[in-house]
């Protein structure tokens, strides 16, 4: 495919362990092609993405800061299709930066969890009124789509449900997304879940863990060693439903991550999740 055709793609957080993998992804995608990539880490600044990402030939893509005059260069290359800027940053950084690309018409496909409800909304009326396609997606292996889809369906016959996500200890937000996500599925149910049977009382804050609402709660455990799991534990009399994701390897996310480059082209307003583009 000739360069005119290819997407072009920038990397925001290109120097983080999954701006990395990104980097490896989209240099091997023949329909692709990386235009930047961008990382506030000053340890970073200059290296050549493709070494830093493992690859034996540079890919001639220096590490930058600069993010409003990459997205002004992507968005001035008139000859190629609209840009894709996929973000894996950081929960303090990650609103800016979205918002920022679709003031330049560069397409977001933002992995970086930590938004807030009201941050959500305000990118989906932001992208609304561009017109700009923006996926977010709290996690892109297909394998937790399929256990959320098996959660949804678990929870029409079980009433009591706890989930439990456990990360890798350089992880800066908690509940993880992906968490947060599980619960909401759950939670537009129409019913509430775990009624008490006793009157409970916590002798230690957040020993039962956070609710959401519904009577969901999620519990976080964060260990090195670790990189992200998540259990959906349902229970009834006799009989316990324990659903399981372990990723051992962030390559999981990877083919989620190309699709949504590809999908992004064809939105026109915010989508959020990975399972409404299989
Ligand atoms: N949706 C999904 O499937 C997945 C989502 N994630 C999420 O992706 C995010 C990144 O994770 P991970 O790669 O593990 O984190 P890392 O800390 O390894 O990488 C993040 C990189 O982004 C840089 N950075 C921080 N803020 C900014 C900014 N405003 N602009 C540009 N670069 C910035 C960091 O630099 P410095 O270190 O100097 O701060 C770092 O190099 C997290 O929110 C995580 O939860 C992770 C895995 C899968
Ligand atoms: O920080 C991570 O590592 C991950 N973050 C995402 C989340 O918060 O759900 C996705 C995955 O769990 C890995």
Redesign the pocket.
Known sequence: MSKQNAIPVII??????????VVKAVAQASDMVLMGA???????QGKDAGELAGLSEPLEVPIT?Q?EPMLGYVAGERQMQPGVMI????????Y??VRSAIAYGIRPV?????LSPQRLQDLADFAEKASTGCLI?????IG?VLLQQAAVAASQYFDYVEIIEL??N????AP???AIQTAQLLREMGKTFNPPQVQEEEKIKGARGSEVGEGIRIHSIRLPGLI?HQEVIFGAAGEIYTLRHD?SD?AC?MP??LLAIRKVQQLKSLVYG?EKIL
């Open positions: 925001n957080g290109a120097a983080g362990k999954m701006g990395r993998e961008l990382d506030t880490s000053s340890e970073h800061n993010l973000d894996f940053t950081h929960p303090s950084g990650v800016e930066n933002v992995g970086t969890t930590g997606i709290p996690n892109f292996s937790m990360h890798h350089q992880k800066a937000d993880s997304g992906t992200a990723t962030r996310y989620g991550v990975l």
